[in-house]
């Protein structure tokens, strides 16, 4: 759940909800099944991810959605309705569809790629038009790259095209099969970003295939470890999943840094911060050094009129009758409310401080965060204890 | 080829052979024809003119040729692709059909078809069949995998996905089998002679006399000159007609 305050909204009308019923999905006359009797029901507009070993059974779950793989018992239903009573091609045009070689067309521009299925479902000109120059907007490409051909783009471009084009039609459903998979690793983080922030707005029911559980912890409202067999090991919400692994198997999963992986799905606004003795300029020292007895911070921090963090001074700082005026004062990482708690963390450690300055959205000084904090949150009896070294040591 | 025809030269009998082959023979004794000159230009001033409608003729041949084995071709390979046990006899007996030397080739449909074009055009155009069918394969087959299913995913249906999507993308192999096919049947068009079809191959083996070169050279330069400009045509077409090929590049 990347924004909470986004998901208790009323998922708009243009999603639809998924429900498997003993979806089953046999090749040939082999005695185990690829999928069997699977359950699992994803409310419309949320993102549910299908995570598990390779060879699990999540990509033939997923593409028993839109027909490209064909059920042999069970059923699979979009609001209700079964997907045995579609047509496969009109069925498919509803239903947005990512892979992770993304399969854009070489021999048709970007723009032309885009409109695929606004073309396929007879749209008119003027509308695919307007259409294509929309969502190459809203995935924040050049309306120029529009005349170009895939292979005159980046990686991150072409996968960024490929979403496009599966969002053209404004399907019910988004298939997504590990979809940025094939992006290195930088790039990856801001597709995931981007694409989180693209749902955020348009709440489409996604289907996100991935065999990467930091993945599906970023990307997923829900998320459903599968094993061998599609059988589903446990269905949660990331956070569920990392506090109470249904079994062995989701645990090994998971992983055994799945406290650190926690921070992740925090933002420095979730934690209780320490209070920062404040200094001002031309305040009596001798005030300042009051406000550090008993302080959790040994530090003061110098702020000016508007409460916004200078820097921290030192013990010579307070040597003198009233605090100086530091323009240079070493302020070290500063940190923002809205931060996720692992990137937090990071800046502390890679500043090599102790404690950080976190400000509001209006830059003033809301607290201290500092590793104890992180520390102690981790060994927390919600984090286990055992897993208290591997969180020491994330790097 | 060469060996082949002056192989088959005895048996081109006359009355056997049509026009141009014996008695169109040059009566005028110029100089420099009787002398073993490598190339007589006096002669070839004051003939070039002979050589226009064998050139029609030849165009003629390779064009109605290669487009019929086109056609065909084109047919067993959208057949094929579908249906992949029908590949390995299509292989087989399109490449029977290129092994077998064109004169025989000619007086084999000679007792079916008669002497005339047709039975030249039938066998030029079972030439081109081989390779237009094996790269026409080649290149749906060389079709992304994940471009197809990308297209099937996204409600494409089976006609249109070869039509929009495999055809256009197997265009470059496709038309790389056309070029090797135009070529070597504009060269091959050459015997047409064989079985009366007409063409340059009336200058080259029709002057009655095999060591005289003025005529071969300029038959032959001919043919050459019809061979780059087949392929230069084509690969213009090509290149209009794959404009994403030369996007990567830039």
């Not at chain 1, 997504?176 to 709440?203: V, Y």
């Not at chain 1, 090991?233 to 062995?248: H, S």
């Not at chain 1, 530091?326 to 990137?343: H, N, W």
């Not at chain 2, 005289?212 to 077409?237: E, K, P, Q």
Request: proline letters at 6%; charged letters at 20%; a negative charge.
């Amino acid at each position: 759940m990347p924004d909470p305050e986004v998901t208790d909204e009323v998922p708009s009308a243009d999603a639809s909800a998924v429900r498997y019923e003993n979806a089953t999905k046999r090749y040939g006359d082999s005695a185990e099944a690829a999928v069997e009797r699977l359950n699992l029901e994803i409310p419309a507009g949320e993102v549910c991810v299908l995570v598990g070993p390779s060879g699990c059974g999540k990509t033939t779950a997923m593409r028993l959605v839109n027909r490209t793989v064909e059920l042999t018992e069970g059923d699979v239903l979009l609001d209700g309705e079964s997907v045995r009573d579609r047509d496969p091609a009109r069925l498919r045009r509803e239903t947005g569809y990512v892979i992770q070689q993304i399969g854009l067309f070489p021999h048709r521009t970007v723009a032309e790629n885009i409109a695929t299925v606004p073309h396929l479902l007879g749209w008119k000109k003027e509308r695919i038009g307007a259409r294509t120059a929309e969502l190459l907007e809203l995935i924040g490409l050049d309306p120029e790259l529009g005349e170009r051909y895939p292979a005159q783009l980046s990686g991150g471009q072409q996968q960024r095209v490929g979403v496009a084009r599966a969002l053209a039609a404004d399907p019910l459903v988004m298939l997504m099969d590990e979809p940025f998979g094939a992006i290195d690793p930088i790039n990856r983080e801001r597709l995931q970003n981007e694409f989180l922030r693209l749902q955020a707005e348009i709440r489409k029911t996604v289907l996100f295939v991935t065999h990467d559980i930091d993945e599906a912890i970023k990307m997923g409202d829900r998320i459903a470890v599968m094993r061998k067999g599609g059988h589903v090991a446990q269905y949660a919400t990331p956070a569920e999943l990392l506090m109470a692994p249904a079994d062995e198997f989701v645990e090994d999963f998971v992983g055994a840094d799945r406290a650190l992986k926690r921070l992740a799905l925090m933002r420095v606004s979730d934690i209780d911060l320490w209070e920062a003795p404040l200094a001002h300029v031309g305040q009596a020292t001798a005030e300042v050094r009051a406000k550090l007895r008993g302080a959790e911070v040994p530090y003061p921090l110098l702020v000016d009129s508007e409460r916004r963090p200078l820097g921290w001074l030192s013990e010579r700082d307070l040597a003198a009758e009233t605090v100086a005026a530091r323009p240079d004062s070493p302020l070290g990482p500063l940190l923002d409310l809205d931060d996720v708690m692992r990137d937090a963390l990071a800046d502390l450690l890679q500043g090599e401080a102790q404690y950080a300055a976190v400000a509001d959205h209006r830059g003033r000084i809301a607290g201290v965060l500092s590793v104890e904090i992180i520390s102690e949150f981790l060994a927390s009896p919600q984090a286990k204890t055992e897993e208290h070294g591997a969180a020491e040591r994330p790097h | 080829m060469t060996g082949a025809a002056a192989l088959a030269l005895p048996l081109a009998k006359a009355g056997e052979v049509g026009e141009g082959f014996f008695h169109e023979r040059s009566s005028e004794t110029l100089p420099c024809q009787a002398t073993d000159k490598l190339f007589c230009f006096d002669w070839a001033k004051e003939n070039i003119g002979r050589y226009g409608t064998p050139t029609v003729q030849h165009l003629e041949l390779v064009a109605i040729s290669v487009l019929l084995g086109f056609a065909i071709a084109f047919a067993f390979s959208l057949l094929a692709h579908r249906r992949p046990w029908l590949r390995p006899p299509l292989l087989a007996g399109t490449g029977i059909l290129y092994t077998i030397p064109s004169i025989a080739f000619f007086f084999l449909l000679l007792p079916i078809t008669g002497r005339g074009r047709e039975t030249a055009i039938i066998a030029l155009s079972a030439y081109t069949l081989q390779i237009i069918y094996r790269n026409t394969m080649i290149g749906l087959a060389n079709v992304p995998t994940a471009v197809k299913d990308a297209a099937r995913g996204m409600g494409l249906t089976e006609r249109q996905i070869l039509w929009k999507v495999e055809l256009p993308l197997a265009t470059p192999e496709i038309v790389a089998g056309l070029r090797i096919a135009t070529v070597s049947t504009v060269a091959i068009a050459t015997l047409a002679v064989f079985a009366g079809g007409g063409g340059l191959g009336t200058q080259i083996y029709g002057q009655g006399n095999i060591n005289f070169a003025t005529s071969i050279i300029i038959a032959g330069g001919i043919a050459i000159l019809m061979a780059l400009a087949f392929d230069a045509v084509l690969l213009i077409t090509q290149r209009l007609t794959t404009p994403w090929r030369r996007g990567a590049q830039a």
